[in-house]
């Protein structure tokens, strides 16, 4: 390869902040950016370079299909050489849909699909024994050999085990020229106006011919008529009769079992689908769940009567249609609306809960005649579930699930497909068993398969297992072996979703690409780091070049070369501050550098805080795999909840914690994972959680709009003395209503010119030339300044501007706090890093005013966040704690672990070998256990010179 092919040359990047910059990355390398966040990494990586690889390929299009795809805009770089295909792997979550599994991400399970579809063994749901399947001509050869000399009778099944009375099926029969049938056994000549006994089932089968099975040609010629027209009638089937038999014998041109003779269609790749009508189940639609009422949560507490609210979902007694019903069923029943629900008749109760259809005459007293009832009752849970099935109102299904369980499919048993796919094996296994299995397990059957199988069998699946092996060796290389295939993609950890795409990449075997990953240890345990980092390094080895967007220690001193921005973040930012191998990047006088070597560091504390003595305790978790654990949290300190990916710490603090305190403090309608018990909640005021959902990502989103502080600014605004001659309400001043706005380009500040088969261009608006607003709006000034020139201020700036008006500097100095001080208050939210959309969210909340007994929980607050970056977050946290709240933080970084009060270590392992709390107590006690994965990486960053040895002895 000539050597100027032998780099990316990257000359005159100005995407977002970047400034001007010129970089050669090195090409089949391993390479991290780095540097503060909102320094310009991603500008550079995926809007720049990325952003330019996806331009060339749709422009290798057609300007015919470039007119549907929509172009892309060219990023803001004077030239890219040697750029290869470009594939990213960015911090998107994978698919929420119920329908979504491990399985169909990685594509394993379509594998599996082709698989059981050709070279599978099909089995009957009623006996068990293999089925079996002909062709015309061996369906005759069968029929001459074993009834050779035989008087037979050529039968075409049309009804199995039905009830009817069939009249209109004999006259179309007869219609067709055949002239007997054979009904229950019984053969009977076809007669007009012919029925049956329409309540009893009946199997009916049209006798197409009666002849004696013998070799000569023109008895084989009449058999051969006689088996296409049997196989026509009968959908495939076909029976053989012998005289004086009752008996008959089944032939079928599809699978067919050769004893009860039901036959299966010829499996195809979506007989074994959930997602396909041909393979899901129809009862639960291919979910593997159903939703049934529950009688204890309609009706809660037995000792109260209907009318004084005793069947939950009615409430009390008021005057409606439901209630004259009951009135009606009381009547008929004999019992009272004010009478006890435990005292009531149980035939009375089963048709208020399942409905009845009856009518009844009962004695007037008072009239000395007898009154007709009638009742119409369709039943409180069939209500429910119809609601729950039928309506179109999110608010009406959240109601009816409030009284249904969610319970595995009694038709499947939460398989997800129908009876007959379960029933296809191979190797003695349905796919079904296959998907529940762990992919370590399912990976050692796979390994050895192609041994066990023989013949065409083996012939046809060898390359397929060979795929499949391929993959899940993919999926244990990156530490998922704990996951199984049916394991629902919402109900995954962000850590994991992030390693199966990688997998997925790596599966692909691609070689010459450039991947370009955004921070892929996100939510990945110290312990995964290195087979993460050895995954990156297989794609490398297949001659790709990886660019990593990257915060992580292990992840920077492994790479091959490492390009850092700064020297801060946003306008401070965008310039290229040092570049090369890691141990040269150490030397350089860069931030980075002086974390990487130890000058600079985040202390450790030098005492724990101890907390006000009070504790929540949460008895009993059993939600996904947690088995039963009691999790101790104590108010008033730092909390982390640490451990490997998918042990379970989402689920015990998402999922079981904060909904059960969202619920206690704001009526929270999310439902928890199972506990048991829950104690210690009076101790607390209030719940914020701070999660990692993007903010809004629309150009007319910004930090002041998303804090809320912009309508704060315009109530300001419209308060000055020149507004309020005018008459000017605060709406005025907002660019997103019309009013105040500048109409050409709708509050913009740009408008787009369509170019056909090119990119839009944005232009700045001729009218306001960017300001958003009309020339009267823009008139009214605040200390000089007006509503455009206070967008475009930066927050520090905004901070010594606003520090007069309480409420707009307490939310500025918030965001200026967790060290956003570089971005303007009008920047959009879409050029905001990953890492700065996080804070801005922490800041909103954090501004929100505290009780000083407030429950924080964050999910990975140091997302895209530097070295530095997580200095100024600690302090911010730290504030809050020692102002008596409690802070709890999911985390796997260990500058934040080593700060906390408390740790609560869950593990042992991911998956089904996680769940439990292996360790709780001070970082200094837990670092201790023997069997904690924390302990043995805590204590380096705790201990850092007495583990030097242990650490050299383990690197060798």
């Known amino acids: ?488 993609s919402k109900t995954l950890s962000g850590g994991e979703a992030q390693r199966i795409r990688l997998a997925t990449q790596i599966g692909s075997q691609l070689v010459g690409v450039l991947y370009i990953l955004d921070e892929p240890s996100i939510g990945l345990h110290q312990r995964d780091n290195n087979r993460l980092i050895n995954s990156l390094k297989a794609l490398r080895d297949l001659g790709n070049s990886v660019i990593v967007v990257e915060h992580d220690k292990d992840m920077i001193e492994k790479a091959d070369h490492v390009i850092d921005i700064g020297p801060m973040a946003g306008k401070h930012g965008g310039e290229i501050i040092s570049e090369g191998p890691p141990e040269t990047l150490r030397l350089h006088d860069t931030l980075t550098a002086a974390y990487l070597n130890g000058s600079r560091e985040i202390p450790v504390p030098a005492k724990r805080r101890k907390g006000n003595g009070k504790e929540i305790v949460l008895s009993g978790c059993t939600g996904h795999n947690l088995k039963g654990v009691t999790a101790v949290f104590p108010l008033g300190k730092m909390i982390g909840v640490t451990g490997v990916s998918g042990s379970g710490k989402s689920t015990l603090v998402n999922e079981t914690l904060y909904p059960i305190m969202n619920a206690h403090y704001f009526n929270g309608v999310k439902r928890p994972m199972p506990y048991e018990k829950i104690e210690g909640l009076e101790h607390a005021d209030k719940v914020i959680d701070i999660n990692q959902a993007p903010i809004g990502r629309t150009p007319r989103s910004n930090p002041a709009t998303y804090t809320g502080v912009f309508s704060e600014i315009r109530a300001l605004f419209a308060k000055t003395t020149e507004a309020s001659i005018r008459g000017y309400k605060p709406g005025r001043f907002s660019f997103n209503v019309k009013g105040g706005r500048c109409e050409t380009c709708q509050g913009g500040g740009l408008r787009v010119i369509e170019m056909n088969f090119l990119p839009d261009v944005y232009v700045e608006c001729e009218t306001c030339y960017g300001k958003r607003f009309n020339r009267e709006t823009l008139e009214i000034r605040y200390k000089g300044k007006s509503i455009a020139d206070v967008l475009e201020m930066t927050i520090d700036e905004a901070v010594t501007f606003f520090e007069h008006i309480p409420k707009i500097y307490r939310k500025l100095k918030t965001i200026q706090d967790v060290g956003l001080g570089y971005i303007s208050l009008g920047q959009q939210s879409t050029t905001l890093s990953g890492g700065e959309a996080q804070r801005v969210k922490l800041a909103t909340e954090l501004s929100k005013r505290d009780t000083g007994n407030t429950f924080y929980i964050l999910d990975e607050p140091t997302t895209g966040l530097h070295f530095e970056d997580i200095r100024v977050l600690m302090e911010v946290l730290n504030r809050l704690v020692d102002k008596g709240n409690t802070v709890l933080v999911i985390e796997h970084n260990l500058d934040v672990i080593k700060m906390v009060d408390h740790i609560i270590d869950v593990g042992y392992e991911g998956g089904r070998g996680g769940g439990e709390i292996v360790a709780t107590g001070t970082p200094e006690a837990v670092s201790k256990d023997p069997k904690s994965h924390t302990a043995r990486y805590l204590k380096r960053e705790l201990f850092p010179d007495r583990q030097l040895a242990s650490q050299t002895q383990e690197e060798q």
């Open 1 to 488: 390869m000539a050597e100027t092919e032998e780099t990316i040359d990257v000359q005159g990047a100005r995407t977002h902040n970047l400034k001007d910059i010129d970089v050669q990355i090195p090409r089949e390398k391993l390479v991290v950016i780095t540097g503060l966040s909102g320094s310009g990494k991603s500008s550079l990586a995926f809007d720049t370079i990325y952003a330019e690889g996806q331009r060339r390929y749709i422009e290798t299009f057609s300007a015919y299909a470039r007119q549907f795809l929509g172009s892309l805009e060219r990023p803001d770089v004077d030239k890219i050489d040697g750029l290869s295909p470009v594939i990213a792997i960015e911090q998107k979550t994978t698919s929420r849909s119920p329908r979504s599994t491990v399985g169909t991400i990685t594509e394993v399970y379509d594998f599996l699909r082709l698989l059981f579809a050709r070279a599978s063994d099909a089995y009957s749901y009623h006996t068990g024994k293999k089925m079996v399947s002909y062709t015309d001509r061996q369906i005759r050869d069968l029929i001459v050999s074993d009834f050779e000399g035989k008087r037979i009778t050529v039968l075409a099944p049309v009804i199995r085990s039905r009830k009817g009375h069939y009249r209109e099926l004999f006259e179309q029969i007869a219609k067709q020229g055949f002239v007997k049938v054979r009904v229950d056994g019984e053969i009977r000549d076809l007669e007009k106006g012919m029925k049956v006994d329409r309540y009893k089932t009946h199997d009916i089968e049209i006798v197409v011919d009666r002849l004696q099975a013998a070799s000569d040609a023109e008895t084989a010629g009449r058999l051969d008529e006689s088996i296409r027209t049997a196989l026509y009638a009968g959908d495939g089937v076909m029976m053989v009769l012998e005289a004086e038999s009752d008996q008959p014998r089944y032939f079928s041109r599809d699978l067919m079992c050769p004893e009860t003779g039901i036959s299966y269609p010829v499996p195809e790749p979506n007989t074994f689908s959930f997602n396909s009508p041909k393979g899901m189940c129809p009862e639960c639609n291919g979910l593997g769940h159903v939703y049934e009422a529950n009688r204890k949560k309609i009706i809660p507490d037995a000792s109260q009567s209907i009318k004084g609210g005793g069947l939950a979902p009615l409430g009390t007694y008021k005057k409606s249609w439901a209630f004259k019903q009951l009135e009606t069923i009381a009547l008929r029943y004999g019992f009272d609306l004010g009478d006890p629900i435990e005292k009531i008749p149980d035939e009375a109760l089963e048709v208020i809960l399942h409905g009845g259809n009856e009518r009844f005459e009962v004695d007037s007293k008072t009239l000395g005649v007898r009154r007709q009832y009638k009742i119409e009752y369709e039943g409180i849970a069939h209500f429910i579930v119809n609601q729950y099935r039928d309506s179109d109102s999110t608010s009406i299904k959240r109601w009816a699930r409030d009284y249904m369980d969610k319970v595995s499919c009694p038709d499947c048993g939460g398989a997800r497909l129908r009876k007959e796919s379960l029933y296809f094996r191979v190797d003695g296994r349905n796919i079904a068993e296959l998907a529940q299995m762990d992919i370590g397990q399912l990976a050692a059957f796979f390994r050895d398969l192609g041994e066990r199988l023989e013949g065409d069998q083996l012939q046809i699946a060898g390359e397929i297992i060979k795929e499949i092996n391929t993959r899940l060796g993919f999926l244990l290389d990156v530490g998922l072996e704990y996951l199984s295939l049916n394991r629902g």
